[in-house]
């Protein structure tokens, strides 16, 4: 059975910090690449930063760079997003999204909350 959970949402201050984990089972996460996105209410879902299947390329979205780094552990099968100086702005679900060519998976999410 194929499962992408996310976990490690939460209430945070700003200016605080989070690690999300996106762990997967059921495929061979090794050969996908790795996207997590946000969708605050309202708006629609945007990607935050990628990852490439060997982890050699990354790239992110404005908003975040400078605070945010993608990294996964292929031997874990585990994505991660290390989210640093958050602002009330990033508030949002959290999803994880592994992709192929013609293949793609999608977690449930996760609620990360900035407010003080």
């Known amino acids: 059975q194929v499962q992408l959970v996310e976990s490690g949402g939460a209430l945070v201050q700003p200016g605080g910090s989070l690690r999300l984990s996106c762990a997967a089972s059921?495929?061979?996460?090794?050969?996908?690449?790795i996207g997590w996105y946000r969708q605050a209410p309202g708006t629609e879902r945007e990607l935050v930063a990628s990852?490439?299947?060997?982890?050699?390329?990354?790239n992110y979205a404005d908003s975040v760079k400078g605070r945010f780094t993608i990294a996964r552990d292929n031997t874990k099968k585990t994505a991660y997003l290390q989210m640093n100086s958050l602002k009330p702005d990033d508030t949002a679900v959290y999803y994880c999204?592994?992709?192929?060519?013609?293949?793609?998976?999608w977690g449930r999410g996760t609620q990360v909350t900035v407010s003080s």
């Open positions: 999204k592994a992709s192929t060519l013609n293949r793609n998976y």
């Open positions: 059921g495929f061979a996460f090794s050969i996908y690449g």
């Open positions: 990852i490439s299947s060997t982890g050699d390329n990354t």
